[in-house]
C-alpha cells in the first residue's frame, strides 16, 4: 500500500509495515463516536430503523419463531461464509448437519458449519449477559469457533503476530489496504472495545449514537483493525447480530444483502479505510438491513404459513401425535435424519421414522439417500423457498 493511496486526513496514522521498509501500514484511527450523515444518509437510517422494528413486532406475534430463525441462522453462515469464497450451499450443510459427515459434499461445507456453531456460541451469551458479555474475550471465543481448523496454521482466538495485507496480488506495495503492524492491534481492539462495544454517552457529545450506527461503526473499524490472521471478515459480520441480540433486537442476518452486493461492501469498506468516507458504508447498510428484515419477515410468513397447511393436509392423525408435530420441526430442519426428529421431538426413533413416513406418503418430504447416509429426509418446498431471492433490487445510488 503507498502513502498516495490515503487521505490527507489519515496520513498521520501511516506506520511502516512490519519487515516490509517499502510499504506502508494504517494503524486503525480512533473509533468514531458520530457519523457524518448526509441528506441521503439521514433518510436512509429512520428507514432501517423502522424495518427493524418491523422484523421485532413480526417476529413476536408469530408461532414457532424458534424454528424460523434457526434455519436463518443457517442461511446467514453459508452466505457469510460465501462472501469468502465458499461454495457450499443451504442445502450441503443441512445435508453435513443431518448425517455428521461430508461424504459426497465439498470440503468448505465444515467451514460453513463452524460459522454455525460459533454463532449460536455468541447468541447463547448475549442472550444471558447482553451488552455487559459482548467484550474481547468473546471476540476471541469466537474466532476461536470458527476457525479451529487452521489452528494448526496461526493462532486461532488470538491476535495475529505477524504483518497481512489485503487484496489480490502478492506484494505488500501492490494491495488494496494494509492494516497496523501486529504490535499495534491490541492497543486498536481495546480502544475499540471501549468507545462501541460498550459506548455509552458522554455529556459533551451533542448526539447519541443509536444501535445501527454503532454497529456501522464497529463493523468498519473491527476490518480496518484486522486483528487476525485469517477468519477477519466473518468474524467481522458476527458482531453485528450479536450486537442487535445484546440490544433485545432480532439478530437480523444481513450476510445475504451483502453477497449480492459484494463489490460495493468492499468498495465502501475500503473508502472507510483509505480515505475515513463513511457514507458508501452507511448508505449501503442501511439499505442492507432493510432489505435483510422485509427477507426475513417473508420468509418467517411464508414457511410458517406452509407448515400451517402440511398440518391441514395431516388433519386425520391425532392433534398431538408426532406426525402432526413435524411440519414445525421441519421448519427449523428442513433437512433432517430419523435420529434428529427422535431427539427433537423427544420420541423413540421407531416413532419418529413411523411419523416421517406418513409425511413421506402425503408427499411433504422426500429421501435424500437411503444408502449412504442411512434415512435423511428433505422438505424440499422449504428449502426453495429459503433459496428464493428477494426481487432485483434498484441502485443503491
Not at 45 to 58: C, N, Y
Not at 167 to 187: C, M, N, Q, S, W
Not at 357 to 372: D, H, M, P, T, Y
Request: one cysteine or more; charged letters at 20%; proline letters at 6%.
Amino acid at each position: 500500500m503507498r502513502r498516495d493511496q490515503i487521505a490527507n486526513d489519515r496520513q498521520p496514522y501511516l506506520v511502516p509495515a512490519l519487515g516490509y521498509p517499502n510499504a506502508c501500514a494504517l494503524v486503525a484511527p480512533p473509533t468514531p463516536r458520530m457519523l457524518p450523515l448526509s441528506r441521503r444518509h439521514e433518510a436512509s437510517f429512520p428507514k432501517a430503523h423502522a424495518a427493524l422494528g418491523r422484523l421485532q413486532g413480526t417476529l413476536k406475534h408469530l408461532a414457532n419463531t424458534d424454528m424460523v430463525t434457526r434455519t436463518l441462522a443457517r442461511r446467514e453462515a453459508v452466505m457469510s461464509s460465501q462472501i469468502e469464497g465458499t461454495k457450499s450451499d443451504l442445502r450441503q450443510l443441512l445435508t453435513y448437519e443431518a448425517t455428521h459427515g461430508t461424504g459426497g459434499l465439498p470440503a468448505d461445507v465444515r467451514i460453513t458449519e463452524r460459522y454455525v456453531a460459533a454463532l449460536q456460541h455468541g447468541l447463547e451469551r448475549v442472550r444471558v449477559g447482553g451488552r455487559a458479555v459482548l467484550d474481547l474475550a468473546l471476540i476471541h471465543e469466537l474466532h476461536a469457533l470458527l476457525m479451529q481448523d487452521e489452528a494448526t496454521h496461526f493462532p486461532v482466538g488470538a491476535y495475529r503476530e505477524t504483518q497481512v495485507w489485503i487484496g489480490p496480488r502478492l506484494r505488500i506495495e501492490d494491495a488494496t489496504f494494509v492494516p497496523a503492524p501486529p504490535a499495534r492491534v491490541k492497543g486498536c481492539m481495546d480502544e475499540m472495545a471501549a468507545s462501541i462495544l460498550k459506548y455509552a454517552p458522554r455529556e459533551e457529545e451533542q448526539t447519541v449514537l443509536t444501535i445501527l450506527a454503532r454497529l456501522a461503526i464497529a463493523h468498519a473499524q473491527f476490518e480496518t483493525i484486522h486483528p487476525y490472521h485469517d477468519g477477519n471478515g466473518r468474524t467481522g459480520r458476527l458482531l453485528m447480530p450479536l450486537m442487535l441480540a445484546a440490544e433485545g433486537y432480532p439478530p437480523l442476518y444481513l450476510s445475504g444483502a451483502l453477497l449480492r452486493a459484494k463489490s460495493e461492501y468492499y468498495a465502501a469498506l475500503a473508502s472507510v479505510q483509505l480515505q475515513g468516507e463513511w457514507g458508501p458504508w452507511l448508505e449501503l447498510l442501511g439499505h442492507a438491513v432493510v432489505e435483510s428484515c422485509d427477507e426475513s419477515i417473508s420468509i418467517a410468513e411464508d414457511l410458517l404459513a406452509l407448515a400451517e397447511r402440511w398440518e391441514q393436509e395431516l388433519r386425520s392423525y391425532r392433534a398431538h401425535s408426532a406426525t402432526r408435530r413435524l411440519p414445525r420441526f421441519l421448519i427449523g430442519h428442513p433437512v433432517l435424519s430419523v435420529q434428529q426428529a427422535a431427539a427433537g421431538l423427544h420420541i423413540s426413533v421407531p416413532a419418529a421414522n413411523a411419523a416421517l413416513n406418513n409425511l413421506f406418503a402425503a408427499g411433504i418430504v422426500s429421501l435424500v439417500n437411503e444408502r449412504q447416509w442411512g434415512r435423511v429426509f428433505q422438505a424440499t418446498q422449504v428449502l426453495q423457498r429459503l433459496d428464493q431471492l428477494p426481487a432485483p433490487r434498484q441502485s443503491w445510488r
